[in-house]
């Protein structure tokens, strides 16, 4: 009895067409369903017309072909045996399960009399899997998907499932147009590399979004409300204008909720369709809806069973009145103000449930708040978890609560805050309640996912202010796990150099003392304008240190003493300010005059502070307040007291909109007596300066007590000398004040997903501002270059050693008239032009800027850019509309 049943897999290079095609690789073929191989059997198969007996005895069974596989290995994956009956069926059987082992792409058994001889040639083994045309998911997202590995056996059911999970992928990201075709490149040694060959496609976009059935809304009005939108030019940014089946779920819940808190109770979406269109490009989006009735509250009640909750005085509390329209987003409002309520009193599983009773007829919705008695809850245990780096204790000192303590609902909102303002772990961070051992028991458990709190940061920039700069820095806010934070800085600029280095302990021996220090050196080049060129005027170099410590008074007060001491060096250029060796006013000016020299600070201060925000970082919600003043005269030869103050508030206007309010001002008050009799008492460096960054649309130091210099002069008739006013021809020197005030009012509006992954935060604002009260400067004017002799304004002829001054004489014409011309100054001699000072900006009226700028967490580092119009300003006022800075901390 000669037969033979075989299958053979069919080998091609390219794969596409069979999966395409759907070719069932899996299920057997009898042998006399598939042609013979290409080369020919060793055994001869039976004719046809040659019947095979019903049951026959296996002699011997061999395995042939088999490279990797051993024989018994094969041999172990069917039923035959030696000495067993098999007929048809079971050859059958045998030809299904090699097959199921998809460990061959050609098989087929002989038999001879008994004798069967199974003949395999095994599949290839994977040498490398191939990721090509991918380029908006990087393989490092691709790769986790893909089963297919190096060294595994290939099979095409696995590529299928491959290319399966790649077009998922790319349809979780809303490339529905995406193709991956799978290629399979032969090698030696019965090896391949499977590539995967990608058309990502574009981005399939919801073209158009359709509403029927809306009579109340308008569609605009109901497609606001929705998480998905049309894309067009004004959605370029945002990411939620490509189709996602999640998100159209969610906006039939958003639809809902808007026509139910408007007072459509009956409200329903019957249909929502998504149709991708031929291209695959794009979708169009049908609601079909109905709205139903409006209705309006009825009478509203409150039942509690809970011994300290009086039903009659929490209806006082309600927000909801008879006879408004019924809104379901306020029920669950007060659901929920009703249960934190509960945990103040311990309740930490209290049931609010509210019971609605709907009348059609008079369109009413009239609501009961049962509240069912619960046990009062105690804190079982607490359970921090997930924290690696992090100390235990440093999580359970920001807990409000403690193991053993009554639940309060406050303590734990309280905690979840505190923990989110450390910044060491994921934001919105909560805390999970769970049902303890007893009903009165319940466990808080704390599942936190750290972030790095470690900062190493080389960085260059330019900047409008600073020009070039360059800054280094590391920094550790959670240094060893405790919580403390390491610093050490190093920056450089054109116009600025400081080096520094701190450390803070939050917890000094593990109580609520938080210790700190820094010593740092800070060289500054205070700088002027010259048409439009910026020009140093002085040099401060300032090195000194600080130490301070602080202690909470209240949960929300916190009370911060310190101690800094300040040796500073403020010099001028004396090559263009000195005459001999001291300071010319009438080139440097007095007010620099009086600033030079070297001093030192001694100074002991402290800050008053409240803060309830709910997060340090970025707030939503909440106000902060502080008080602050430093007295120098412990020492030192400089005597002051500076007092400052400063509040904001932030609110959360809705749909990720913050609404932030701030103010601040401050006065310093001298003592002692001033450098010069006609100097001011506080000098120059320890006034207050405002402009930029802290007022948009002015320039750095552009608002307040300025000395402008015009040393543009017409002497062509010295009898009436034309000065030039225009801003080209101004030297600007910033004075300060001191007094100063400001207000700030922003709203930060929030982006789609898209511009919020790129790090944008576009935001509005409103700066109002005012920095004066200095002791007017004495000023040079034309006056003083005027000769007494000839009543003629003239050049100055200083000597470089003695500084004594004699006015250059007039070249006349022929006729003997002044001509503008003056002679040469005699040897020794300089001359010195004209020229007039004026004081600007002394006053506490507000200056006022309006705006719209954008934070940017660019790869190359922080960048921020502003543009501002001043609504109001005083004349002497430096303004600037447009400023950005990069590299630098905003």
Avoid at 15 to 24: D, E, P, Y
Avoid at 788 to 799: F, I, M, V
């Amino acid at each position: 009895m000669n037969s033979v049943a075989s299958h053979k897999f069919l080998g091609r290079t390219q794969l596409s067409a069979l999966l395409l095609a759907g070719t069932m690789l899996a299920t057997p073929v009898m042998a006399q369903e598939v042609a013979p191989p290409p080369v020919a059997a060793p055994a001869v198969p039976a004719p046809a017309s040659e019947a095979v007996p019903t049951a026959t005895t296996v002699r011997s069974i061999t395995v042939v072909g088999n490279q990797r596989l051993e024989a018994q290995t094969i041999l172990s994956y069917l039923r035959l045996r030696v000495g067993q009956a098999y007929d048809r069926s079971i050859l059958d059987q045998a030809l299904k399960d090699l097959a199921a082992t998809e460990l061959f792409k050609d098989f087929q058994i002989t038999d001879n009399g008994g004798a069967l001889t199974i003949q395999v040639t095994e599949n290839p083994v994977i040498n490398r899997v191939i990721l090509e045309g991918n380029k908006r998911l990087k393989e490092d997202k691709i790769r986790p998907e893909i089963k297919l590995a190096p060294r595994q056996i290939f099979t095409r059911s696995k590529v299928r499932a491959d290319v399966a999970r790649i077009i998922e992928l790319y349809k979780r990201q809303g490339r529905f147009a995406a193709t991956v075709e799978p290629k399979m490149v032969s090698l030696d040694q019965n090896r391949v590399d499977v590539v995967f060959e990608i058309n990502e496609g574009p981005k399939s976009k919801v073209r158009q979004i359709s509403i029927i059935g809306n009579e109340k809304f308008s569609d605009g009005d109901l497609k606001d409300e929705m998480a998905t939108k049309e894309s067009g030019l004004l959605t370029i940014l945002s990411s939620n204008t490509s189709y996602d089946p999640d998100r159209l779920a969610y906006d039939q819940q958003k639809l809902r909720l808007f026509y139910l808190q408007n007072g459509y109770a009956d409200f329903r979406v019957i249909s929502a369709v998504a149709e991708l269109t031929s291209n695959k490009q794009d979708f169009i989006i049908t609601y079909v809806v109905e709205e139903g009735e409006r209705y309006k509250f009825g009478d509203i009640d409150v039942k509690s069973e809970l011994r300290d909750f009086q039903p009659e005085m929490l209806k006082t509390l309600l927000p909801m009145k008879k006879d408004d329209w019924y809104d379901a987003k306020l029920v669950e409002d007060t659901v929920e103000s009703l249960s934190e309520t509960a945990g103040l009193f311990g309740y930490a599983f209290a049931d609010i449930n509210p019971e609605f009773r709907r009348d059609p007829e008079t369109r009413t919705m009239q609501i009961t708040f049962n509240v069912a008695e619960s046990p009062r809850t105690y804190v079982e245990r607490i359970d921090v978890n997930g924290n690696t780096l992090t100390h235990d204790k440093v999580v359970r000192r920001e807990f409000r609560l403690n193991e053993g303590d009554a639940f309060n609902s406050f303590g734990i909102k309280r905690t979840e805050n505190r923990l989110n303002s450390l910044g060491y772990f994921q934001e919105n961070l909560e805390i999970e309640r769970k049902e303890g051992s007893a009903p009165d028991r319940i466990i808080l458990e704390t599942n936190v996912e750290e972030k790095p709190t470690g900062e190493l940061s080389l960085s260059a920039g330019f900047s409008s202010i600073e020009n070039f700069l360059l800054q280094a820095s590391i920094r550790q806010r959670n240094f060893r796990g405790l919580g403390q934070q390491l610093q050490a800085s190093v920056n450089y600029s054109s116009y600025s150099k400081s080096i520094e280095l701190g450390f803070t302990e939050p917890y000094l021996f593990d109580r609520n003392i938080s210790v700190g220090g820094s010593v740092y050196r800070r060289d500054l080049n205070s700088f002027n304008f010259i048409n439009n060129d910026r020009q140093t005027t002085f040099q401060q170099v300032t090195t000194g240190f600080q130490l301070n410590a602080g202690v909470p008074l209240t949960e929300f007060m916190s009370f911060f003493g310190r101690y800094s001491l300040n040796y500073d060096d403020v010099t001028l250029d004396r090559g263009i300010y000195f005459f001999g060796d001291q300071c010319d006013p009438l080139v440097a000016g007095r007010y620099l005059c009086d600033a030079i020299g070297k001093r030192t600070t001694s100074l002991v201060g402290y800050t008053l502070a409240y803060d309830d925000r709910d997060n340090r970082i970025r707030p939503t919600r909440g106000q902060s307040l502080s008080l602050s003043q430093d007295f120098a005269g412990l020492g030192g030869s400089v005597k002051y007291v500076r007092t400052r103050a400063n509040g904001s508030k932030h609110f959360n206007l809705g749909s990720r909109f913050i609404l932030n309010i701030s103010a601040e001002g401050g006065y310093i008050y001298p003592f002692g007596s001033a450098p010069t009799p006609t100097s001011d008492k506080v000098r120059l460096t320890d006034r207050f300066f405002l402009g930029e960054p802290q007022m948009r649309g002015f320039d750095i130091r552009g608002i307040g007590p300025r000395v402008v210099r015009y040393a543009n002069v017409d002497l062509t008739n010295p009898a009436a000398p034309v000065l030039d006013t225009s801003s080209d021809a101004q030297i600007d020197d910033a004075l300060g004040g001191r007094a100063y005030y400001q207000g700030r009012v922003e709203i930060d509006i929030p982006l789609g997903t898209g511009a919020k992954e790129l790090g944008l935060r576009p935001s509005i604002f409103l700066d109002v501002g005012s920095v004066f009260s200095v002791r007017r400067p004495t000023l040079t004017t034309l006056a003083d270059f005027r000769d007494p002799a000839d009543g003629l304004t003239k050049y100055l002829c200083r000597n470089s050693t003695t500084g004594a001054t004699n006015f250059a004489t007039n070249t006349p014409d022929a006729a003997g008239a002044p001509t503008g011309q003056f002679t040469t100054c005699a040897t020794g001699f300089a001359p010195l032009p004209p020229f007039e000072e004026r004081f600007f900006g002394d006053s506490w009226m507000p200056r006022v800027s309006i705006g719209a700028g954008v934070n940017w967490n660019s790869p190359f580092g922080p960048f921020r850019i502003d543009f501002a119009y001043a609504l109001r300003k005083e004349e002497g006022d430096d303004t600037k509309r447009f400023s950005f800075n990069v590299g630098t901390q905003f």
